[in-house]
């Protein structure tokens, strides 16, 4: 019943079925929560620059 709610649900409980256990899953998704975090400040980052930069323009011109 849940994976007809959720069909990308499946391959989640067979992977821990067959792992026997979540802490590789865990794992796995702990790295992307990282990775995700690490590409957000470099996207922060480079809006900041970009600003700074726009800003000095408008302020000094072309």
Request: hydrophobic share 35%.
């Amino acid at each position: 019943m849940v994976t007809t709610e959720w069909p990308g649900i499946r391959p989640v409980l067979e992977d821990v079925r067959r792992e026997g256990g979540t802490e590789a899953m865990r794992t796995a998704i702990d790295g992307r929560g990282e990775a995700l975090n690490a590409r957000t400040r470099a996207m922060l980052s480079g809006a900041g620059a970009l600003h700074g930069y726009l800003d000095h323009r408008v302020r000094v011109g072309p």
